[in-house]
């Protein structure tokens, strides 16, 4: 089983950057795909960006390309999604999951954009 724990959220100003992490324990995280995922809630969860399994290949919402970054760092068990040029609609609770089964989610990060 792996447990995923997110940080990193906060308050930024639109046009800012913000950077988030998802930490893995338990087991090590480096067999599974790994994706971001935004709820602003009460509605569903969004796919955001996702990472392969040996981190060669990404994907992209289109909302989210060319501003944000996904990455991992399979030595650390970490994952990493580098926000830039922020806007209000990103707002939302950040969730990490496995990819693509989506059987182990984390708690959750809010990223707040003000306007």
């Known amino acids: 089983q792996v447990q995923l724990r997110e940080s990193g959220g906060g308050l930024v100003q639109a046009g800012g950057s913000l950077r988030v992490s998802c930490a893995a324990s338990?087991?090590?995280?480096?067999?599974?795909?790994m994706g971001w995922f935004r709820q602003d809630a009460p509605k569903e969860r969004k796919f955001v960006a996702s990472?392969?399994?040996?981190?060669?290949?990404?994907y992209y919402a289109d909302s989210v390309k060319g501003r944000f970054t996904i990455s991992r760092d399979n030595a650390k068990n970490t994952l990493y999604l580098q926000m830039n040029s922020l806007k209000p609609e990103d707002t939302g609770l950040y969730y990490c999951?496995?990819?693509?089964?989506?059987?182990?989610w984390g708690q959750g990060t809010q990223v707040i954009v003000s306007s």
């Open positions: 999951a496995t990819e693509p089964s989506r059987d182990y």
């Open positions: 338990g087991r090590t995280f480096s067999p599974y795909g």
């Open positions: 990472i392969r399994l040996h981190g060669g290949t990404t």
